[in-house]
Nanobody, 123 residues
Framework: DVQLQASGGGLVQAGGSLRLSCAAS????????IGWFRQAPGKEREGVSC????????FYVSSVKGRFTISSDNAKDTVYLQMNSLKPEDTAVYYC????????????????WGSGTLVTVSS
């Protein structure tokens, strides 16, 4: 079974930082992508960032470029999302997901989802 466990959310003031972790297990493929999506209250879920396990290539939604960094530790089967210069509009439940997307940040391209971790940024 593929399992994903997201952690690291919390309450932070605007301008602060958080690092989210996604522990993944159960893959039989070494060529997949792990993504971070978020869903703010009353809004649709949107893709934030993703990373290719095989090539290390990364993608970001424009609103987080320059502030968020995705990285992976393959030895630990963990993907991180370092979030700096956080803004109140970053407040959302963040989900990690795995799939084999042909388009990087499209929700329907991902197959397995973790339970999410809440990030709250106060102004």
């Amino acid at each position: 079974d593929v399992q994903l466990q997201a952690s690291g959310g919390g309450l932070v003031q605007a301008g602060g930082s958080l690092r989210l972790s996604c522990a993944a297990s159960g893959f039989t493929s070494d060529d997949y992508a792990i993504g971070w999506f978020r869903q703010a209250p009353g809004k649709e879920r949107e893709g934030v960032s993703c990373i290719s396990s095989k090539y290390g290539s990364t993608f970001y939604v424009s609103s987080v470029k320059g502030r968020f960094t995705i990285s992976s530790d393959n030895a630990k089967d963990t993907v991180y999302l370092q979030m700096n210069s956080l803004k109140p509009e970053d407040t959302a439940v963040y989900y990690c997901t795995v799939g084999w997307p042909t388009i990087p940040l499209i929700e329907s391209e991902y197959d397995y989802w973790g339970s999410g971790t809440l990030v709250t940024v106060s102004s």
